[in-house]
């Protein structure tokens, strides 16, 4: 399925980053990986702030 | 709504289109919309830039009946799409002695979608002026926005840009000028998102086209007429030029609960990270929101339960949508659960 919508997105010129996937309701340890996905997110825009 | 006076001899003759809430059977239409045509009374010759949507071909009718217009002499189509060009075969019958003037393509798509004969088109080039006597009418081929035809045309004595669509906005009002900068904000951005912005980069070469022009006012086929040209000007360079900000949209379905408690913990831990998030449940959004929000968005992340083996279809058609808008993103990602079934996620 992450390929179904990355492949949707082909117009677009756009970095995927890593995704979060769970089965079920979200635990502890899925909480983490959003946690690092937004982390993620935050260097990305402060490295495309630098760049620009 | 009666014909109104926007400079000596020069009057929109339009119609307000208060109840329509869809267009194209796709776009939301919250505001309603109008359909600006003007028209235009030289000394020698007159012109009626654009007209109406063939549902309110009676409202245009009534206003140059109003004005008491005999007489026409050019319809200028700045675009061949209906809800502009579609009651030309009206009022050619009622006028048979106009031309229709066009670029070469929008005679050609005129001849097509409406079959009117080509020998009452004539083609303007780039540029090409046309004399109504003490007036003049110059035509700007700016291709793209947001067909391949289209064109601008620049009465030179009284300073108005009539654009068309570009910087227009769905908006039924009853003030022919802008009044309430805000919500003429809200909707020509909303306008420009689903309509212009697949076109970013050709917008901005038409941007620096019209650079050098005096205009005092714009008056769009769509919404409010721009007795201050810098606001509407202003906003487009921004939509256009400006790096996308620090802004992640986050749209997204959850079925049972689970996706949604994700993007909640998502959105908080971005908004602790100082990332402004704009959330959109496709369940019930407006895409013309979500639209709006991807303008000046750098990251999507898009939310999603499998349904049947793949995504869910509302997260497809919003996929499919966003993807088509091209708007500046730089950065993607998904989030989302399943019950059973983890191999369709690698798939």
Same mark, same amino acid.
């Given at each position: 399925?992450?390929?179904?919508?990355?492949?949707?997105?082909?117009?677009?010129?756009?970095?995927?980053?890593?995704?979060?996937?769970?089965?079920? /309701?979200?635990?502890?340890?899925? /909480?983490?990986?959003?946690?690092?996905?937004?982390?993620?997110?935050?260097?990305?825009?402060?490295?495309?702030?630098?760049?620009? | 709504?009666?014909? =109104? $006076?926007?400079?000596?001899?020069?009057?929109?003759?339009?119609?307000?289109?208060?109840?329509?809430?869809?267009?194209?059977?796709?776009?939301?239409? #919250?505001?309603?919309?109008?359909?600006?045509?003007?028209?235009?009374?030289?000394?020698?010759? @007159?012109?009626?830039?654009?007209?109406?949507? #063939?549902?309110?071909? $009676?409202?245009?009718?009534?206003?140059?009946?109003?004005?008491?217009?005999?007489?026409?002499?050019?319809?200028?189509?700045?675009?061949?799409?209906?809800?502009?060009?579609?009651?030309?075969?009206?009022?050619?019958?009622?006028?048979?002695?106009?031309?229709?003037?066009?670029?070469?393509?929008?005679?050609?798509?005129?001849?097509?979608?409406?079959?009117?004969?080509?020998?009452?088109?004539?083609?303007?080039?780039?540029?090409?002026?046309?004399?109504?006597?003490?007036? @003049?009418?110059?035509?700007?081929?700016?291709?793209?926005?947001?067909?391949?035809?289209?064109?601008?045309?620049?009465?030179?004595?009284?300073?108005?840009?009539?654009?068309?669509?570009?910087?227009?906005?769905?908006?039924?009002?009853?003030?022919?000028?802008?009044?309430?900068?805000?919500?003429?904000?809200?909707?020509?951005?909303?306008?420009?998102? $689903?309509?212009?912005?697949?076109?970013?980069?050709?917008?901005?070469?038409?941007?620096?086209?019209?650079?050098?022009?005096?205009?005092?006012?714009?008056?769009?086929?769509?919404?409010?007429?721009?007795?201050?040209?810098?606001?509407?000007?202003?906003?487009?360079?921004?939509?256009?030029?400006?790096?996308?900000?620090?802004?992640?949209?986050?749209?997204?379905?959850?079925?049972?609960?689970? @996706? =949604?408690?994700?993007?909640?913990?998502?959105?908080?831990?971005?908004?602790?990270?100082?990332?402004?998030?704009?959330?959109?449940?496709?369940?019930?959004?407006?895409?013309?929101?979500?639209?709006?929000?991807?303008?000046?968005?750098?990251?999507?992340?898009?939310?999603?339960?499998?349904?049947?083996?793949?995504?869910? #279809?509302?997260?497809?058609?919003?996929?499919?949508?966003?993807?088509?808008?091209?708007?500046?993103?730089?950065?993607?990602?998904?989030?989302?659960?399943?019950?059973?079934?983890?191999?369709?996620?690698?798939?």
């Amino acid at each position: 399925m992450v390929e179904q919508i990355t492949e949707m997105l082909s117009n677009l010129k756009v970095q995927l980053l890593e995704p979060v996937v769970i089965k079920g /309701f979200p635990k502890k340890e899925d /909480f983490k990986a959003l946690d690092r996905l937004a982390d993620e997110i935050l260097n990305m825009h402060k490295s495309y702030e630098f760049k620009g | 709504m009666k014909p =109104r $006076e926007l400079k000596p001899n020069v009057y929109w003759v339009g119609a307000v289109d208060w109840d329509r809430r869809l267009f194209d059977e796709l776009i939301p239409l #919250p505001d309603g919309t109008s359909y600006n045509a003007y028209l235009i009374k030289g000394s020698e010759k @007159t012109a009626l830039i654009d007209t109406v949507d #063939p549902t309110m071909a $009676e409202e245009l009718i009534s206003n140059l009946n109003q004005l008491d217009v005999k007489h026409i002499d050019f319809m200028v189509a700045n675009h061949a799409e209906q809800d502009h060009s579609g009651t030309l075969p009206r009022i050619l019958k009622l006028y048979p002695n106009a031309t229709v003037v066009a670029t070469p393509k929008c005679k050609t798509l005129l001849t097509e979608l409406l079959l009117i004969p080509e020998s009452k088109i004539m083609a303007v080039k780039d540029g090409e002026t046309l004399s109504l006597g003490e007036k @003049t009418l110059e035509f700007i081929h700016v291709p793209w926005v947001h067909w391949p035809e289209t064109m601008l045309t620049y009465l030179r004595e009284d300073r108005i840009l009539f654009p068309c669509d570009l910087f227009g906005s769905h908006l039924a009002s009853s003030d022919l000028y802008v009044t309430d900068e805000a919500t003429v904000h809200e909707a020509a951005k909303r306008y420009y998102a $689903e309509i212009m912005m697949p076109f970013r980069t050709i917008v901005q070469k038409n941007l620096e086209k019209i650079e050098d022009l005096q205009i005092d006012v714009i008056a769009p086929s769509h919404g409010p007429i721009y007795d201050k040209p810098g606001f509407i000007l202003e906003a487009y360079r921004d939509w256009v030029y400006a790096s996308p900000k620090n802004i992640v949209v986050l749209p997204y379905i959850s079925m049972h609960g689970s @996706t =949604r408690k994700m993007v909640k913990h998502l959105v908080s831990a971005l908004v602790e990270r100082g990332i402004t998030v704009k959330q959109f449940d496709l369940a019930k959004t407006d895409i013309g929101k979500l639209a709006m929000a991807l303008v000046d968005a750098i990251t999507v992340v898009i939310g999603t339960p499998t349904v049947l083996t793949g995504a869910h #279809p509302k997260v497809v058609y919003a996929v499919y949508l966003t993807n088509a808008l091209r708007p500046k993103l730089k950065f993607a990602s998904i989030i989302g659960s399943y019950g059973w079934g983890a191999g369709w996620w690698n798939r």
